[in-house]
C-alpha cells in the first residue's frame, strides 16, 4: 500500500492522519502523541517520529508504506515552514526561532515533507470534504481562539509570497454597519480596529463582545464568572437560547456574512465554509448560525446569491487531514503515487 501522512503538530500534541492513492481515510477520529514542543526542537522532533510509528501501526500500515509526509503547525510562518524570527505562542523555546521545521522534519524522517500553516491545512480539508479532487474555489474562516482559515483556488492552497495567504482574521470589514452594536470598539492584537478576528474569535468575545454586551444585561449570570471561563461559556448558553448570548454569536455571524460578501466579490468562489471549536454544536445552533451569516451578507447579484454556505466536517482532525492532502498533491505531481 501507498500512502501519504498528515501530520498537525499543535503546542501540546500531533495528530496523525493517512490517506491512500485513492483518497481513502486509514484514521477516523483523533490519533494523537504528546508535542513536547516547550522543550525545544530536538525533543519535539523525536516525538512526532515516535508517533508517527505508533499512529502507522495502529492504521495497519508499514513506515515504508508512506511516501510523502505533510505537516501543518501554527503560524507565523514562511510557505515553505520557516517558523519566526520571533517566536510564537506554540514555539516558545528559544531554539525555534528561524527553525526551518520542514527541512528538519524531512531530514530526520528520510522522506519528502510538504508544509502548510494550520489555518491552511484546515481550509484545504474543507475544501477536499466538499469537493474530493474538484478544481473548484473555496474560502473558509475557522472561528477558534483566534480567526484561521484559508482561500483555496482551482483546487490549490493560496499561500502568498510569504506565507501569509488566508490571513482571513485580519481583513477589515465595515463592522459599523452590524446592527445594534453602537459605541463597540473592537481591536485586534495585530493593531487594527474592526477586522474579521476582533469580532469573530473565542478572544473577542472575551475581550470585546462579553463587556459590551454585559453592560446591556444586568444581572446576567456570566457577570459573576471570571472572564476567560465565561468567554467559554458563552456557545454552549447560545445554544441552549440565552439571549445575550445568542446576542454575542449574532454579532460574529454578520461579521462573517460581512466578511463572505468581500470575498463573494473577490473569489466568486464555489462554497463558503465555517469551521472552528465556535460551531462544534448540534445541527440546529449551526442551522441557526448560518442563517444568521445569510442574514448579515448584503443583498448578492441574482446569479450569486445561491452560494453554498457549508460547516466542516471533522473539525478537531482537519489540520491532520488538510496536510494529508497536501502531501498527496505533491505525490501525484512528482510521480511518487
Ligand atoms: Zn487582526
Aim: net charge negative; aromatic share 6%.
Amino acid at each position: 500500500m501507498r500512502v501519504t501522512a498528515g501530520i498537525d503538530l499543535g503546542g501540546t500534541a500531533v495528530n496523525y492522519t493517512f490517506i491512500t492513492a485513492d483518497g481513502r481515510w486509514l484514521i477516523d477520529g483523533l490519533c494523537e502523541h504528546p508535542a513536547r514542543a516547550q522543550e525545544g526542537p530536538d525533543i519535539c522532533l523525536q516525538q512526532i517520529d515516535d508517533g508517527l510509528a505508533i499512529a502507522a501501526a495502529r492504521a495497519g500500515i508499514a513506515l515504508d508504506d508512506i511516501v510523502v509526509v505533510g505537516l501543518d503547525t501554527p503560524g507565523p510562518a514562511s510557505a515553505t515552514g520557516l517558523l519566526s524570527a520571533r517566536g510564537s505562542t506554540n514555539f516558545v523555546h528559544a531554539r525555534w526561532a528561524s527553525f526551518d521545521i520542514r527541512d528538519a522534519l524531512e531530514r530526520k524522517l528520510g522522506k519528502p515533507v510538504t508544509y502548510l500553516n494550520d489555518g491552511n491545512a484546515g481550509a484545504l480539508w474543507g475544501h477536499f470534504a466538499i469537493f474530493a479532487s474538484a478544481q473548484a474555489t473555496s474560502v473558509s474562516a475557522i472561528v477558534g481562539t483566534g480567526l484561521g482559515g484559508g482561500v483555496i483556488v482551482d483546487g490549490a492552497v493560496v499561500k502568498g509570497r510569504k506565507g501569509f495567504g488566508g490571513e482571513l482574521g485580519h481583513v477589515l470589514i465595515p463592522y459599523q454597519s452590524i446592527p445594534h452594536i453602537a459605541g463597540l470598539k473592537p481591536d485586534c492584537n495585530c493593531g487594527r480596529t474592526g477586522d474579521l478576528e476582533s469580532l469573530c474569535s473565542l478572544t473577542a468575545i472575551r475581550r470585546t463582545l462579553l463587556p459590551f454586551f454585559l453592560s446591556r444585561y444586568p444581572g446576567h449570570e456570566l457577570a459573576a464568572v471570571d472572564s476567560a471561563q465565561a468567554a467559554k461559556r458563552v456557545r454552549g448558553m447560545a445554544e441552549r437560547g440565552d439571549a445575550m448570548c445568542r446576542d454575542i454569536f449574532r454579532v460574529q455571524a454578520r461579521a462573517l456574512g460581512l466578511f463572505f460578501d468581500e470575498m463573494v466579490n473577490t473569489f466568486d468562489p464555489d462554497a463558503l465554509i465555517v469551521g472552528g471549536g465556535a460551531i462544534e454544536t448540534g445541527e440546529e445552533f449551526q442551522r441557526w448560525f448560518v442563517d444568521e451569516i445569510r442574514a448579515g451578507m448584503p443583498v448578492q447579484r441574482e446569479e450569486q446569491a445561491d452560494i453554498p454556505i457549508h460547516i466542516m466536517p471533522n473539525g478537531d482532525t482537519a489540520g491532520s487531514r488538510g496536510a494529508a492532502i497536501e502531501a498527496l498533491g505533491f505525490a501525484r505531481k512528482s510521480g511518487l503515487l
